[in-house]
């Protein structure tokens, strides 16, 4: 009788210990379908992930190519390009509920801002595509789908390339964005997650814009004094 109940025991160990692996190792294609799929249905656009690659050990891994096209009545291409996005996961927190995750930073980030003939922004098309989402019901996705929290997440200091705002249009920066405490406490779904992030990068992107935009009126203006033109783009390089 003990050495049935032995054996049962280390059946049951077994078969846990296989859904553990499992679960775990099953990350890689988790995370390259749930940030393939949800930031689609958030942007409306084609999302491609070249690879993912996570440790079952420290659970610490990287996602690289990650490419965000541009929205139709814009030109062919990626609108985002992120060469490199390193996350680190709790495993000791994990659950079928809940993914934790202590940090994602991104790096090699090349963002185009396009205004097309009708003077639309593709950011801004993106931002109301977010808005139009918002609060919806998940349609698709993986079977799998637990909550998830992430303790900071980093964007370092990103080129843009402008496109569509004349002939002097050209090349700027925006400075490292820096969340931290996203879907505290218990977590939120996938999809809430890449919402307040693509949110937050998006309004970024624009203000960016704007701000741009203010910085060619005050050099193409003639009539505006050199040391007055100096004072204004000083106050426009001191807004955050």
């Known amino acids: 009788m003990i050495k049935k109940s032995a054996v049962v025991i280390s059946v049951v160990i077994l078969c846990i210990a296989a859904a553990v692996f499992f679960l775990v190792s099953s990350f890689d294609s988790w995370i390259k379908s749930s940030v393939e799929k949800n930031i689609s249905r958030l942007t409306g656009s084609v999302v491609s992930v070249e690879d993912v690659d996570i440790s079952i050990i420290s659970g610490k891994g990287s996602l690289t190519g990650l490419r965000i096209s541009n929205p139709e009545g814009f030109s062919e291409g990626a609108a985002l390009l992120v060469d490199r996005i390193q996350f680190e996961i709790h495993l000791d927190d994990i659950s079928i509920n809940l993914v934790p995750v202590k940090l994602i930073h991104a790096n090699g980030a090349e963002i185009l801002l396009e205004k097309n003939s009708e ?122």
């Open 119 to 240: 003077g639309q922004l593709n950011y801004q098309v993106f931002s109301s595509s977010l808005k139009g989402v918002s609060g919806e019901e998940e349609s698709f996705g993986p079977i799998w789908n637990p909550g998830i929290k992430i303790t900071e997440f980093i964007l370092d200091e990103s080129k843009v390339n402008l496109t569509g705002f004349g002939a002097n249009s050209r090349s700027m920066s925006i400075p490292a964005l820096r969340m931290k405490d996203i879907g505290e406490p218990a977590g939120i779904p996938a999809e809430k997650i890449g919402e307040e992030i693509l949110s937050e990068v998006f309004s970024e992107v624009i203000r960016l814009s704007i701000q741009s935009g203010i910085q060619k009126w005050i050099e193409n203006n003639t009539s505006i004094p050199e040391s007055l033109k100096d004072l204004l783009n000083q106050g426009l390089n001191s807004i955050n």
